[in-house]
């Protein structure tokens, strides 16, 4: 999924934000595209090509060198969506939101790229993970993550990997 133009334009703040406390850093386009590409570990040509964890990855490592305090999960507004989130994508589908999916939003899917770049993976390897039999996925037919149920299972199952791997720290759950 390519980047949301509110994800562009934060890389390109927080750049700039960075190139003007950082001493010998090019604030030119030039200079972005290279620090991009070095962080991507591919050629990016324009911020318009990055895909949303890249988004959020070069976001996360400028704010880092800002010293910014970031907490890269929102918590729900309100009760009923907190609720919603604890509920959607669970093996006991005999609640209320079953029958009324929500479509996955930039919010439903930060947690699923934190927890993916913890595990050292790329989207590409989240995809080949998503159509694997060991996948949340795996007996249906469409492996998009389409819904907000899809989201936390995805979330949920990576989670998991986590404290497994020993990679799971409270404090940076999002």
Not at 22 to 34: C, F, H, K, P, Y
Not at 48 to 53: E, K, P
Request: glycine fraction near 6%; include cysteine.
């Amino acid at each position: 999924m390519k980047a949301t133009k509110g994800q562009v334009a934060r890389v390109q703040v927080v750049y700039s934000q960075m190139a003007a406390r950082e001493i010998g850093v090019d604030n030119t386009r030039d200079g972005r595209l290279q620090w991009a590409s070095e962080l991507c570990q591919r050629k990016i040509t324009s911020f318009s090509d990055l895909s949303r964890g890249e988004a959020i990855h070069l976001i996360d490592q400028a704010q880092a060198i800002l010293g910014v305090d970031y907490k890269p999960y929102a918590w729900p507004n309100s009760r009923e969506q907190a609720r919603r989130a604890g509920l959607d994508g669970r093996k006991d589908v005999d609640h209320e939101f079953a029958n009324a999916p929500q479509i996955v939003s930039d919010e439903d899917m930060i947690p699923v790229y934190s927890f993916m770049q913890r595990l050292g993976w790329d989207e590409t390897r989240l995809k080949a993970w998503l159509a694997s039999p060991r996948s949340p996925f795996a007996k249906r037919e469409s492996k998009d993550i389409k819904t907000k149920a899809d989201a936390n299972q995805v979330r949920w199952a990576l989670k998991r990997m986590l404290q497994r791997q020993g990679k799971w720290d409270k404090e940076e759950a999002a």
